[in-house]
């Protein structure tokens, strides 16, 4: 099955600074990819996704690049704010339409 | 959008009783619907996939008698954990598949606490 790997687990960064979110995956054949991000004890929110006939897409101070030859694909927060505090997740969607997580990143943004 | 909601938010039972979550699909029909375990600072895990009229596919480790899972109608899946013991607390969440455009869509979630 598909297996996705996510890096950093953690990330410390200024306010203002980019953020850098990297996951990997295993799945030849996976064709959609979101991010999540997630409050304690909330439901993942969708903040950006991809799927595999586009290279990068962005959406105001994000962004998510995908290699799909390397399968591997990035997500870009610029201008970071403290409020952009959360954990992030990295998901694959491989066969029968499942999503595979990746391990998650923790993100503080310091004031 | 696509709404999915989950009851119970939260929920606190005693060691060896059964709990039961639902998810609802309030306004489409979801004939799949994926059930995610969540342990505390980890990722989500998928456990089983329930599907309308049919049995559910559970993930290769989790066991079938103890989570129960029923996908009642198009509109109705639930999660049963029986006999359960403090190493089964957790946030639990279920989603539904990605329809068109739109991504999935997750329930609220259930932090259960077994005492």
């Known amino acids: 099955g598909e297996n996705v790997e996510q890096h950093p687990s953690t990330l410390s960064v200024q306010e203002g600074d980019s953020a850098v979110i990297k996951c990997t995956y295993s799945?030849?054949?996976?064709?959609?990819f979101p991010w999540y991000k997630q409050e304690l004890g909330k439901r993942p929110q969708l903040i950006i996704d991809?799927?595999?006939?586009?290279g990068e897409k962005k959406d105001q101070r994000i962004a998510v690049t995908l290699n799909k030859t390397a399968k591997h694909f990035s997500l870009h927060i610029t201008e970071t704010q403290p409020e952009d505090s959360a954990v992030y997740f990295c998901a694959a969607e491989g066969a029968g339409n499942m999503l595979t997580f990746g391990g998650g990143t923790r993100l503080m943004v310091k004031p | 959008g696509a709404v999915v909601s989950q009851h119970p938010s939260w929920v606190i039972c005693k060691s060896g009783t059964s709990v039961k979550i639902e998810c609802r699909s309030l306004?489409?029909?979801?004939?799949?619907m994926f059930w995610y375990r969540q342990f505390p600072k980890q990722s989500l895990m998928l456990m089983a996939t329930s599907n309308e009229g049919s049995k559910a596919t559970y993930e290769q480790g989790v066991e079938k008698d103890k989570f129960l899972i029923n996908h009642a109608s198009l509109t109705l899946s639930t999660l049963t954990v029986t006999s359960a013991h403090p190493e089964d607390s957790s946030f639990y969440i279920c989603s539904a598949p990605k329809t068109g455009s739109d991504g999935y869509t997750f329930g609220s979630g259930t932090r259960l606490t077994v005492v």
């Open positions: 799945d030849s054949a996976s064709n959609y």
């Open positions: 306004d489409f029909q979801a004939t799949t």
């Open positions: 991809i799927r595999s006939n586009v």
